[in-house]
């Protein structure tokens, strides 16, 4: 599904000086960072430290305290073009493994955002659904009940469910959960293909370490307020260890 580029110096997202509390307890603390489009960017961060929060005001799920959020150029609070934006959560492809739908149902059910709700599909909707079914492998899939397929298979279905909107940025919340380790490279072997070969933007939330530090381009460091924004092998300096999990942290790189 090949998606036009945008300008280098274009951003997805754009966020400034942004607080957020939740009954009184302090979420987010005075984070700014950008985004570039067609960015490969990894956030992580201890339990707690707001990456969660982070993105459900990306969302548009959580208004901030203060600051500013601006998506495409657009603030937040205007932005209604939510197509653009891909999202697939944390353990969605474990929490409803029962759900009786087969797998081209799921992510036919992904171009309603760009389409409405109760509107019939035209040849061009059609089109884009079998695309995003094959960019992410699943067309061999499509008469199967999501509950027949494999941990990573799933994955990939809902990820093709956000791809059938066509959106220009994919969020995943920890993607790699329920994907068994031996098709875990394959798997990252996808989304860097999304991110190279298609233009997307990817925004990978995890609690690895080792897989973000080598998957993606640029990281994103966050314990309520900014700890690093940068370079994945900046992220390796003792200091911003220490800042996000504190000093008996060790950190071991097993991947190559």
Known sequence: MPIEKLSEKSFCIEVQNLNFS?????????VSFSVKDGEYLGIIGPNGGGKTTLIKIILGLLKPDTGSVKIFGKDIKTFKE?????????????????????VEEIVRSGRTARVGLFKRFSEQ??????KAMETADVVKHRARLINELSGGERQRVFIARSLAG???????????????????EKFYTFIEDLNQNHGLAIIF????????????????????????????????????????????????????
């Open 82 to 102: 939510r197509a653009l934006i891909g999202y697939v959560p944390q353990r969605i492809s474990q929490s409803i493994p029962q759900f009786p739908a087969t």
């Open 125 to 130: 909707d059609k089109i884009a659904i079998e």
């Open 205 to 256: 939330v995890s609690h690895d370490i080792d897989v973000v530090a080598h998957e993606v381009k640029c990281l994103l460091c966050l314990n309520k307020s900014l700890v690093c924004h940068g370079l994945p092998r900046e992220f390796m300096k003792e200091e911003y260890l220490e800042k996000l999990y504190g000093k008996k942290v060790k950190f071991i790189l097993h991947r190559h």
């Open 22 to 30: 939740y009954n009184g307890n302090s979420v987010l603390e005075n």
């Open 166 to 184: 066509e959106p220009k940025m994919l969020i995943l919340d920890e993607p790699s959960v329920g994907v068994d380790i031996a098709a875990q």
